[in-house]
C-alpha cells in the first residue's frame, strides 16, 4: 500500500504516532494534519508526524486518499459527516476511537456514496497525551479491531486492513457491538477500577504506595474528558461490566466476612491463572 | 552497622534480594539461610544470596546477631517464638511481612527475655516468586515500615532501622494497627481488585487486553496461598477497604446510570489528580 496524501485529524498521541509510522515505513508520500490547536498541529510537524498543518479542513480533505480521524470519540461521527463532503471519490475515511457501536451508527446512512468509512481501534497508547509521546512503533505488534458491517464494501475493508498492517499492526474484525462489549470488559471497566481506587487513597498514605498500587492504577492518569465521553458512549456494556466485577468483589467480600479461605485461595488460583495465561 | 552473622529464613524474593544486598553492600560477614526446601536453598547459594544452607534453625539460630524471617505472614510468628529459643542474648529478630498486626501480638509477650523482635515491611518485592528473582537493589530507595509497640526497647528499634537502612531503603515508624489500616488499602484492595478484574475476563478476549487492562491486573499474578494468608491476617482493615472501594464504584455506577457525565468528569478528574500527584 502507499498513500500519496494521508489525513491526519487531531494529532495527539495517536495521531502524531500514525504520522510517525506511515512515514518511517514509507506508506504515506505526504501527511497532512487537521487540528484545532495551532501550537499542536506545530510541535507535530517538527517532530515530523506531519507535513502540513491545516485548522480547517476544506483544503486538506480536498486531496485525501486516506484520513484518519484521531479526535475524541465523541466528536468523530460528526467530524466524519462533516469532512466527507470535501473528500474526493473513492476517499477511506477511518478513525481510531476507543468506542465504535454509536460512532458507526452515527456515521452509516448519511456517509456521503463517493467516500467508504470504517471503524478501527487500534489497541495502543498510555495515559498521556498529546504528540510529544508519539512513537513510530506504537503499533507495531499491537491488535487494532475494524468493525465493518453489513453495508460495508469489501474492497473498503480490505484497503482499511492493508492500511493498519503497514504501520505494524495485527488486525482483527468485529462487529461494532461485540467491540463494544469486549473493551467494556477489557479496557473501560479496569480504568473506573483504577480511579475507584485511586479514589480511595488519602494523600497520607502516598509513602506506603508501591508497585503494586501504581500498576494497578496507573490508568486513572488518563485525561477525564477523553474518557467520559468512552463511557457516555459505551454506558449500556459498561453497566453490564460493572455490574460482573461487583459480583466478583462480592465473592471476594464473602470470604473474608465468612473466614473461608478456602474458596479465598480458590479464587485467587482462578484469578493467577487468568493473569498467568495473558502474559506480561 | 556490621553484622558477623546474618540468618534469613526463607531465601525466596524477598530473603534471597536481603541476602544479596547484605552481601553488596558489605552489611554481612556471612548469611545464613534456613529454609524447608533444599533446591531453593541451594539455588539461593548458588546465587550468591547466603553463603550456608540450613534445614533445621537450632545451629544456625546459635550463632545470629539478626535474623530476618520471609516466611509467609501465617508462618512468621510461630517460627520467631520457636527459633528465638536457639538465640544467644542480645540477637535482634525482624521479618518482612505484608501484615504486622497479628504477628506483633503473637510474638509479644511470648518472646523471650534475651531477644528482640520488631515488626518490618519492606515495601518492595512483586508477583514473582523464589530466589531466581532477587534482587540485590530491591530495596534502594523503597519505604520500609517498622512497626514498634510501646514494649519496644529502644536501642532495639534503632538497631532494626539501621540494618534496613543499610540495605538502602528508607524507614518509616508506624503502629502494627496503622500499618496494616494503610497497607489495607494501598496494596490488599488493590489486590483484590487486580484477582476480580482478572476474574472478569474471559479467555476469548485476549487479544483485546492491551497495556491497561495488563498494568491493572498484574499483581493478580501474585501467589494465592500467601496473599489468602495476608488477607486472613488483615480480614477487618481488608472488609473496610472493600466497602470504601465499593462506594467510590457505586459513584461512577451512578453516573452511569443517571448520564450525569458532568459528575463522571468531576469523579475522574480527581482520580487523575491523586495519580498525578503520587508519580510514575
Chains 1, 2 share one sequence.
Not at 485529524?9 to 515505513?25: E, F, N, P, Q
Not at 473466614?259 to 484469578?271: F, S
Amino acid at each position: 500500500m502507499k498513500i500519496a496524501n494521508l489525513i491526519i485529524v487531531g494529532v495527539g498521541l495517536i495521531g502524531g504516532s500514525i504520522g510517525l509510522a506511515a512515514k518511517k515505513r514509507g506508506l504515506a508520500g505526504r501527511v497532512l494534519g487537521i487540528g484545532r490547536t495551532a501550537a499542536t498541529l506545530e510541535k507535530a510537524r517538527q517532530l515530523g508526524a506531519i507535513d502540513e498543518c491545516f485548522a480547517e479542513p476544506a483544503s486538506a480533505m480536498r486531496c485525501a486518499e486516506v484520513a484518519v480521524f484521531c479526535t475524541p470519540v465523541n466528536r468523530i461521527a460528526g467530524q466524519v459527516l462533516e469532512y466527507a463532503a470535501f473528500c474526493p471519490r473513492g476517499a477511506l475515511l477511518t478513525d481510531a476511537g476507543s468506542t465504535k457501536g454509536q460512532i458507526v451508527a452515527d456515521v452509516e446512512g448519511k456517509l456521503p456514496d463517493h467516500v467508504d468509512f470504517i471503524g478501527s481501534h487500534p489497541l495502543a497508547g498510555s495515559e498521556k497525551r498529546g504528540p510529544d509521546h508519539a512513537d513510530p512503533d506504537l503499533f507495531q505488534n499491537r491488535v487494532t479491531v475494524l468493525t465493518p458491517t453489513p453495508r460495508t464494501r469489501p474492497a473498503a475493508l480490505e484497503r482499511t486492513r492493508a492500511f493498519w498492517e503497514a504501520l505494524g499492526s495485527r488486525v482483527l474484525i468485529k462487529s461494532p457491538g461485540d467491540h463494544d462489549r469486549a473493551l467494556a470488559i477489557t479496557s473501560h471497566l479496569p480504568h473506573l477500577a483504577a480511579a475507584a481506587l485511586a479514589g480511595t487513597l488519602d494523600r497520607g498514605l502516598f509513602d506506603l504506595a508501591a508497585t503494586g498500587y501504581r500498576d494497578t492504577t496507573r490508568i486513572a492518569a488518563g485525561d477525564p474528558e477523553l474518557w467520559t465521553a468512552i463511557f457516555a458512549q459505551n454506558r449500556t456494556a459498561v453497566l453490564e461490566a460493572l455490574a460482573v466485577f461487583r459480583n466478583q468483589l462480592d465473592l471476594f467480600r464473602d470470604c473474608l466476612t465468612n473466614t473461608d479461605w478456602k474458596k479465598m485461595d480458590t479464587l485467587l488460583a482462578e484469578a493467577k491463572k487468568v493473569r498467568d495465561a495473558l502474559g506480561s
